[in-house]
């Protein structure tokens, strides 16, 4: 590599002139050619004005400490360094074309930059590694044209995006990122992302450029300052993710993308209008923290494979607050599937002044339902693959344990418990076997249109008590099984749990119930 200098010539020169512009001293005399990518090109306090007038001008490493002058890149051009890059604070740069970092290696580049870097930057060709020996502000938009690393040296730096970072790949590293003005459509695993003014997240033109967070790396995402605009786009989150954007942030699309079990922390509420997990790999994203996640649209999965699914779990809790569907399963193309199931083991709330539709949603772990207020429609229903508990007194479309229905999981064989902590009308139940219908204290459970319980000689179904509570059928409610069901810890006279009131129309296989714990006198299987 040859060391090559900006002459002292009056005037300004071209970059790629041959006749004096290049020196081979510092205020030296002797010329030579212009600086390639082999080259380290010297900007020193005895160098004059110079110009990039072509897209091809270049240098291996740009060094401009006590530069005085004026560098200048002309409409169309281009500064390609694949290196170490110095600039001073006593220098002017003019960045009408591009300036463009691009290497064939996966050595770090050293740049410490004593200014603001002006107009369109690229960061291109091969995955690469970028040290910043100093804060960095990219006035103008930068394009990540490849997987970079931008990593802290000799400190802890900050690297500002004041008109917008896009790019189909991700940033990762140990430096903080601010973006604070323009269009964002990267992927982030630095260790901060602060929103620190107005910004838009969009999709690309390429069908990989969106914004992402948690990418190699784990990261917070913290608003500052601004207004963040994420209409139509989608943001992806891919691995551990700290998130403290609070009501100034409403994400439209917040997908979760699991490739393995990772965790998500709220450190204030998270405002969402959709929320999507997407994958069939079975990972998790745990999502933990004292706070909401206030949904006022969808809660949705994507998938192909219904036994499969990526799930949500942890202790932060999910509220419906707008209208939309809870448990919205679609395929990757977007349409409807007929065996998806949304699968989330948190808690949820459902409290809105608008319309939450039940589609399918599994649920397990310790999390519980709590219906506040809102308008209940839809078909769908709550599918209980574990253990869940239900509280508010509203109408659920339907109420189902295990099995293979609706692309509920085979992968578990149960024991599935649900809690039924208040008063609720469920118009469908269905009762698969190994499972446990726990009714608390005095509560009534009304079925309005079907009972299932179908158990088998190895894994009785239990329908219990804990009170004087019951079931109460509808007269035209269909009994269609109660196959290997017991009924137990009943206190209630008259015994409410296999008929109550009403003339049933449609009974059919009725058998192998266990009536041994029910006792009293009133208690009759046929009203």
Same mark, same amino acid.
């Given at each position: ?12 020169? =071209? ?27 010297? *900007?020193?306090? /005895? ?63 050293? %740049?410490?930059?004593?200014?603001? %870097? ?58 903080? %990122?601010?973006?604070?003005? $323009? ?14 003014? =107005? ?10 450029? !969106? ?12 608003? @500052? ?53 997407? $994958? ?5 994203? +745990? ?20 036994? !499969?699914?990526? !799930? ?14 809870? $448990? *919205? ?18 808690? +949820? ?12 949603? $599994? ?40 099995? =293979? ?37 005095? #509560? ?7 009972? @299932? ?6 894994? =009785?179904?239990? %329908? ?17 099984? /109660? ?11 008259? #015994?409410?749990?296999?008929?109550? #009131? ?22 009759? @299987?046929?009203?």
């Amino acid at each position: 590599m040859a060391n090559k200098y900006l002459s002292a010539s009056l005037g300004t020169r =071209n970059w790629n002139d041959t006749t004096g512009t290049w020196v081979t001293s510092n205020g030296g005399t002797t010329p030579t050619t212009a600086p390639t990518t082999a080259d380290t090109a010297f *900007l020193t306090s /005895l160098s004059g004005n110079i110009t990039c007038t072509t897209a091809t001008d270049a240098c291996g490493t740009i060094n401009a400490t006590g530069y005085t002058g004026t560098l200048t890149i002309n409409s169309s051009c281009k500064l390609s360094v694949p290196a170490n890059v110095t600039f001073s604070a006593t220098m002017t740069l003019t960045n009408n074309g591009t300036f463009e970092w691009t290497t064939s290696t996966t050595t770090g580049a050293l %740049i410490n930059t004593g200014i603001d %870097i002006p107009g369109a930057v690229s960061i291109s060709s091969t995955t690469r590694t970028l040290e910043f020996g100093s804060n960095v502000s990219f006035l103008g938009i930068v394009t990540i044209g490849n997987q970079t690393t931008f990593n802290n040296s000799g400190g802890s730096r900050n690297v500002y995006f004041k008109a917008g970072v896009i790019g189909a790949n991700a940033i990762s590293g140990s430096v903080s %990122i601010y973006l604070q003005g $323009g269009t964002v459509s990267s992927k982030f695993g630095t260790a901060n992302v602060y929103l620190d003014g =107005n910004i838009t997240f969009r999709t690309g033109t390429n069908t990989f450029a !969106y914004v992402g967070f948690g990418y190699t790396t784990a990261c917070n995402v913290e608003w @500052l300052s601004g207004t963040v605009t994420s209409t139509p786009s989608y943001v992806e989150v891919r691995g551990p993710v700290t998130f403290n954007t609070g009501s100034d942030v409403l994400f439209n699309k917040l997908q979760f993308n699991p490739t393995a079990a990772h965790t998500v922390t709220l450190a204030d509420d998270l405002y969402v209008k959709d929320i999507l997990i997407e $994958g069939t790999s079975g990972a998790s994203t +745990i999502i933990d923290g004292a706070y909401k996640i206030k949904v006022s649209g969808n809660i949705r999965s994507y998938t192909t494979n219904a036994f !499969y699914s990526n !799930y949500f779990k942890g202790t932060a809790t999910f509220e419906m607050v707008g209208t939309g569907t809870l $448990g *919205l399963a679609q395929n990757f193309a977007g349409s409807s599937s007929s065996k998806g199931v949304t699968y989330i083991e948190n808690s +949820i709330i459902i409290n809105t002044a608008g319309t939450t539709t039940f589609g399918n949603i $599994g649920v397990s772990g310790s999390g519980t339902l709590t219906y506040t207020t809102g308008t209940i429609a839809g078909s769908g229903g709550i599918y209980v693959v574990g253990t869940y508990s239900i509280t508010g007194t509203f109408t659920l479309p339907v109420l189902y344990f295990g099995g =293979n229905d609706r692309g509920v999981s085979t992968y578990n064989s149960g024991p599935y418990v649900c809690n039924l902590l208040t008063n609720i009308t469920i118009n469908n139940l269905t009762i698969n076997y190994n499972s446990t219908l726990n009714i608390t204290d005095t #509560k009534i459970i009304t079925v309005a249109t079907t009972i @299932l319980s179908r158990g088998n000689w190895a894994n =009785n179904n239990v %329908i219990a008590s804990s009170g004087a509570g019951y079931i109460n059928y509808l007269g035209n409610c269909n009994v269609m099984n /109660l196959v290997y069901t017991d009924f137990t810890n009943i206190t209630a006279t008259p #015994k409410h749990l296999a008929v109550y #009131k009403g003339t049933l129309t449609n009974c059919s296989n009725i058998e192998a119930v266990d009536l041994n714990n029910l006792g009293g006198n009133n208690f009759t @299987l046929f009203n």
